[in-house]
């Protein structure tokens, strides 16, 4: 079968392997889509944290089932599914305390074991989600959307707050829109023209705002003076997230979803003036997954799409999906 691995940065090939044997606690599933996220962007060139090579990319899965066992999820042969790819271990403290979104020994797929880049994968039973009722590219971005979706539960999101989000990117715009939907109120950052449009049209975005363009004063001028009562970073840009701060209004909460892989440096008189909630949000938990899923219909799908290629392609568009000129929010590999 075919596949596609990243064995150093900068460096993808198309392979071909024996397919995957079935095995008790497992099923052997066929991959429909793969969705591509910054994770792979950075680790293809070559600043991705907690990533080593050779690595078969891929999280962002939609896929249907060739075996399985019986389950108590009454998946069966034939039905489609997502799949989350948080391997968590069951056993440390915070599987204990349910937060297996950031488990002691979390495994990623994609990440620090093979991805979904490949034609055929085995995954445990336990990260699969039936989804019949979706199409093939919902299903392929149900995972970064449940990224937004933990991000707006761990910073406790009350209707009609006003909130930034600082990053148009894929996770942002899941962000702004899950927010949307959530009740609150939306002003989106970034240094991107296109994106910012595509927030303000395509999303309903009220306020977008070009970060060139003094973002502080603007913010202050939407909010009456008062600031942003959430902020989101959904760059990873470590300027980005020490700026982050300065759209918090006092008593706020700022969540750091993007991962920088450097140390980040706040003025500790600013951040205790206004008594901040610094707060971070990693991965996602089933409960993520199952609440997108359960609202993807209110998401522009078709237009978050924006490219699409075969498997055999994928090695020669990569450098072009980060250019900002390619207009990329979210590209897509099919098989």
């Given amino acids: 079968m075919k596949y596609i691995v990243c064995e150093k940065p900068g460096l993808l090939r198309l392979k071909n392997k024996d397919r995957p044997k079935f095995r008790k606690g497992f099923a052997l599933v066929k991959i429909l889509r793969v969705g591509i996220c910054g994770t792979d962007l950075h680790a293809y060139s070559g600043n991705q944290a907690f990533f080593n090579y050779p690595r078969i990319l891929g999280h962002e899965l939609a896929a249907q089932i060739l075996e399985i066992e019986d389950n108590k999820m009454n998946i069966k042969k034939g039905d489609q599914v997502v ?23 979390i495994k990623v797929i994609g990440v620090h ?29 149900v995972e970064p959307l449940a990224i937004g979706a933990h991000a707006i539960r761990r910073a406790g999101l009350e209707k009609n707050e006003k909130i930034v989000v600082v990053g148009s990117g894929p996770i942002g715009i899941g962000i702004a829109k899950l927010a949307q939907i959530a009740g609150a109120e939306v002003i989106m950052l970034d240094i991107n023209d296109y994106r910012l449009e595509y927030a303000k049209k395509e ?23 008062a600031l942003a009562t959430v902020v989101f970073d959904a760059t990873g840009s470590k300027g980005a997230l020490e700026s982050g701060i300065k759209f918090m209004a006092h ?66 568009h990569f450098d072009s999906w980060v250019n900002p000129d390619n207009k990329v929010i979210k590209a897509m590999v099919y098989f």
């Fill in 113 to 141: 074991e093979d991805g979904g880049m490949q034609e055929e994968i085995l995954v445990r039973e336990d990260l699969l989600l039936k989804s019949n009722h979706l199409t093939f590219e919902q299903m392929a971005i």
């Fill in 203 to 225: 999303l309903g975005v009220p306020y977008v705002v070009n970060v060139k363009n003094n973002p502080v004063e603007k913010v202050k001028e939407i909010t009456n003076g």
């Fill in 251 to 316: 008593g706020g909460r700022y969540v750091l979803v993007g991962l920088s892989k450097g140390d980040l440096v706040f003025q500790h008189p600013d951040i205790h003036a206004k008594e901040s909630s610094i707060l971070c949000s990693r991965n996602a938990t089933i409960e993520d997954f199952e609440k997108v899923m359960s609202i993807i219909d209110q998401f522009p799908t078709d237009s978050f799409v924006t490219h699409q290629v075969a498997i055999e392609d994928i090695a020669i």
């Fill in 83 to 105: 799949i989350m790819p948080y391997m968590s271990c069951g056993e440390c403290v915070a599987c204990e305390n349910g937060k297996t979104n950031c488990c002691a020994n």
